[in-house]
Nanobody, 122 residues
């Protein structure tokens, strides 16, 4: 069974770049037809999908965030990483990584990490 674990800072200052890593075990991030996503949930709000890196290494981002959120991967360690630049307090959220796929045109996520709380504050 695949397991995902986020790691990164809990506190980031405004204007800095947030870097989060998701380490995957029990499955490879290059396995066909899986898509590896980052999702966040600000306090008191719903889930917001940020983007994904596909099994072939291609990426796709939420239009509202894509200029700030490159996602990359390091296959020797079975990890993928989110970098969110120029953070503001509005980026405060629990950040999750997840594995999923497509059912038709619908992107689903069937495995989740436990989440990493990130607070943006000076």
């Amino acid at each position: 069974q695949v397991q995902l674990q986020e790691s990164g800072p809990g506190l980031v200052k405004p204007s800095q770049t947030l870097s989060l890593t998701c380490t995957v075990s029990g499955g490879s991030i290059t396995t066909n037809y899986y898509y590896w996503s980052w999702i966040r949930q600000p306090p008191g709000k719903g889930l917001e999908w940020i983007g994904y890196i596909a099994y072939v290494g291609s990426t796709y981002y939420s239009p509202s965030l894509k200029s700030r959120t490159p996602i990359s991967r390091y296959t020797p360690k079975n990890q993928f990483t989110l970098q969110l630049s120029s953070v503001t307090p509005e980026d405060t959220a629990v950040y999750y990584c997840g594995r999923g796929g497509y059912s038709g045109s619908y992107l689903y996520i069937d495995s989740w990490g436990q989440g990493n709380q990130v607070t943006v504050s000076s």
